[in-house]
């Protein structure tokens, strides 16, 4: 069986993966149709804007105008070689994920699908079992369903918000589960991106040591759980990197030297070893709860990744605690968060740990002011349930603060200067929780997992050594 090149693409879902999924297929010579039913998202993209922030996305998007519409009409899927799902699955009540979306999704690819070779892909993270759940929905919905033309292909996606452009041109591994000749097709139509032969957009250079990306061929089922346990393992890493770092601060240790130390080990690697408030965002917390909700189903317990949201959560307050520690009391205080967005460079507040910490501040009756470079005004739209002022620039953050919260580690905050604008506190109090600050500063100074800035030197002797 043969794609036809370039591919006719309907990618269903405007968010992050939708967006970037179009941007990456179309960027690779495929015609793609973008499909959302929120409207007001679909006229954004008509008129060149894009409704997320993601760096680079929109210049790739507008560099390959002329290879994407975007539309609600479902109808376009009838033309479509090849259709993602890119929709939503937010947890549920028990931490199950919701499947709705997927749901109306399939039934809407059902009635448009035709009477040639489809293949249909799912990309959401969804729970195992549900490549197979799409293929009964497409069945019951689609008259002239026909195992041998209609495959359903489990491709999840691997992108983290803020570098979404580079993990999708330069993958680790395209991960692709389902019948053999449907993964055949699906090596057709990403073979650029296998072979690496398109053209690197000046947004997102191809770095000088990538060659290509392994792709990993598997049954639906299998395809499914890679992606949980890749999100489960890489959430787990953090909490254990979180949870050493609170023995530290006991022990008279320095959680970024011991991360240093054991990540030289090749076995561990460097990564995602960062202590600090936890992970937040729309997956981890998603998809270590949708695993243990998945054992839950099989009356198979889960402890390790239990443990590994606990500790996360846990985080959240050993930031709280560090800042009663110094002010006592909160009550009347003014406290300044800084950065709302769950990491840097994205405006996503899923999730978020600041979300929470307003939460606490609110409880103990601080008078919490919190800045963001990008997410003020989402978070203007999504936390209008918080209590908080909105500072319009950092300088009215550190006014008259009683205490500063670090709470997201952007460019900005690490450029900041600091001393010049702690003289215009009440009180000169940084609780750094993503131990930003790396030299001395007028301030006392909070970090997590050691005792305070060591500045570069200390960095420096670990790396030589
Ligand atoms: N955001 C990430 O970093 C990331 C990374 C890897 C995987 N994922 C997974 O990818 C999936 C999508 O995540 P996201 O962050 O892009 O979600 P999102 O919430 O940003 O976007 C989902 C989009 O789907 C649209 N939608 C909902 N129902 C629809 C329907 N029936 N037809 C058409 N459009 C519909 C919504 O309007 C929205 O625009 C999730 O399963 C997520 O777990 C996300």
Same mark, same amino acid.
């Given at each position: 069986?043969?794609? #036809? ?11 992050? $993966? ?11 010579? &495929?015609? $793609? ?15 060149? *804007?894009?409704?997320? *922030? ?26 479509? !070689?090849?259709?993602?799902?890119? $929709? ?16 109306? =999704?399939?039934?809407? /690819? ?5 009477? *040639? ?28 369903? !026909? ?26 591994? /395209?991960?692709?589960?389902?019948? +053999?000749?449907?993964? !055949? ?8 991106? /296998? ?49 050493? %770092? ?51 189903? &099989? ?20 930031? /709280? ?25 994205? !405006? ?13 501040? #609110? ?20 936390? %209008? ?15 008259? =603060? ?25 009180? +000169?109090? $940084?609780?750094?929780?993503? #131990? ?30």
């Amino acid at each position: 069986m043969h794609l #036809n090149h370039p591919a006719n693409v309907a990618v269903i879902g405007r968010g992050y $993966v939708g967006l970037g999924t179009a941007g990456l297929l179309a960027h690779i010579g &495929h015609t $793609v149709t973008g499909i959302d039913i929120d409207e007001e998202k679909i006229a954004m993209l008509r008129q060149g *804007h894009v409704p997320i *922030h993601e760096p680079g996305l929109d210049d790739l998007l507008a560099s390959q105008v002329e290879r994407l519409t975007w539309t609600t009409d479902y109808s376009a899927v009838r033309d479509a !070689d090849v259709i993602f799902i890119c $929709v939503g699955t937010p947890p549920g009540l028990d931490g199950t994920p919701d499947l709705q979306y997927v749901v109306s =999704a399939a039934a809407s /690819i059902a009635r448009h699908l035709n009477s *040639h070779s489809q293949i249909i892909v799912n990309k959401s993270t969804v729970p195992i079992g549900t490549g197979d759940y799409v293929q009964r929905l497409l069945e019951d919905h689609t008259p002239s369903f !026909d195992p041998s033309r209609h495959f359903v292909v489990s491709n999840p996606e691997f992108l983290r918000e803020g570098t979404a452009l580079g993990d999708s041109l330069y993958p680790d591994r /395209i991960v692709l589960g389902g019948q +053999p000749q449907a993964l !055949d097709l699906m090596t057709q139509l990403y073979a650029p991106l /296998i072979d690496q032969s398109f053209t690197a957009p000046t947004v997102a250079p191809r770095p000088e040591w990538f060659t290509r990306p392994a792709v990993v061929k598997t049954s639906l089922q299998s395809a499914e759980m890679i992606k949980y346990a890749a999100n489960a393992f890489l959430a787990l890493k953090i909490s254990f990197a979180n949870e050493i %770092s609170g023995l530290c601060e006991r022990v008279g240790a320095d959680i970024e030297e011991v991360a240093a130390g054991i990540g030289m080990d090749q076995r561990i690697g460097q990564r995602f070893l960062q202590a600090g408030l936890g992970w937040g965002g729309s997956c981890f917390g998603k998809d270590t709860q949708g695993l243990i909700s998945a054992g839950r189903e &099989h009356q198979y317990d889960m402890p390790i990744l239990q443990a590994a949201i606990d500790v996360n959560y846990r985080q959240r307050r050993v930031v /709280i605690d560090k800042l009663l520690r110094h002010l006592k009391t909160v009550k009347g205080k003014r406290v300044s968060i800084l950065g709302m967005a769950f990491k840097p460079n994205t !405006d996503d507040l899923r999730d978020a740990p600041t979300h929470d910490l307003i939460v606490q501040l #609110n409880r103990l009756g601080a008078s919490v002011t919190a800045h963001d470079p990008i997410a003020m005004n989402r978070a203007a739209r999504e936390w %209008s349930h918080l209590s908080y002022t909105p500072a319009a620039t950092v300088e009215e953050a550190f006014e008259r =603060a009683d205490a500063i919260i670090l709470a997201t580690e952007w460019d900005e905050y690490i450029n900041l200067d600091w001393n010049t604008l702690l003289a215009t506190t009440r009180r +000169p109090l $940084v609780i750094d929780a993503r #131990n930003i600050i790396r030299r001395p500063i007028n301030a006392q100074v909070e970090q997590v997992g050691r005792d305070a800035p060591r500045g570069e030197r200390r960095r420096a002797d670990v790396e030589r050594s």
